[in-house]
């Protein structure tokens, strides 16, 4: 098959194939990359629908596929110039690769041990920039900002271990020290 020819349904496959076979998640997130590469490289199956935004929120969050139980959610996120998310993590596994525009990523150390309700101590440790053609991972506990630096949306193919508003992670904001429960606004 040409990877031109790479559609999201061959992508599920693959997804489900290496999720069978692997259940480390950084190695899933490993053998997940180049697959994520191939279909961000080649997205004719990207609609227009995908380029709204949520303006409240700053970005919008497209899901193009769930498994039943809430596993495997790969979305489209589109994100407004100037605008990007809080310190974050996953509590699952992450595949982010560029399609279109800028995205800059800042990583986050905790400092604390979390051993305190609603507190949470970060400290920067590094910053990116994701271009098309790029693919990162994050693993479950790590933290990070992403930020769009560019004046026009910038689009970005993210896949997961679990659809982002079921594994109770948590946003973080370091101004305050604070640490919350964090769900995203999807669109369908
Ligand atoms: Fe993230």
Known sequence: MLDSDYSLENYVEDL???????SDPT?????VKPFAKKLAAAPGWLKD??????????????????????????????????????PHNHMTWAVVAGIEGQEQETEWNRADDGSKEGYAKLEKVGEHILVPGQVTA?????????????????????????????TGR?????????????????SK
Not at 16 to 22: D, G, P, Q
Not at 62 to 83: C, I, K, Q, S, Y
Not at 148 to 155: A, D, F, L, Q
């Open 27 to 31: 190695k899933v997130a490993e053998k």
């Open 16 to 22: 489900r194939a290496i999720a069978a076979a692997e």
């Open 138 to 166: 994050c693993k479950p506990q790590d933290i990070h900002s992403v930020f769009n630096p560019g004046t026009e949306i910038s689009i970005s193919l993210h896949t997961y271990g679990r659809h982002l508003n079921h």
């Open 49 to 86: 629908e995908y380029r709204g935004v949520n303006e409240a929120q700053g970005y919008g969050v497209h899901l193009l596929h769930e498994e039943d139980n809430h596993d495997l959610a790969v979305f489209v996120l589109t994100w407004m110039p100037g605008r990007g998310t809080m």
């Open 170 to 186: 948590s946003e973080f904001d370091p101004s305050k020290d604070l640490e919350r429960p964090f769900e995203v606004a999807v």
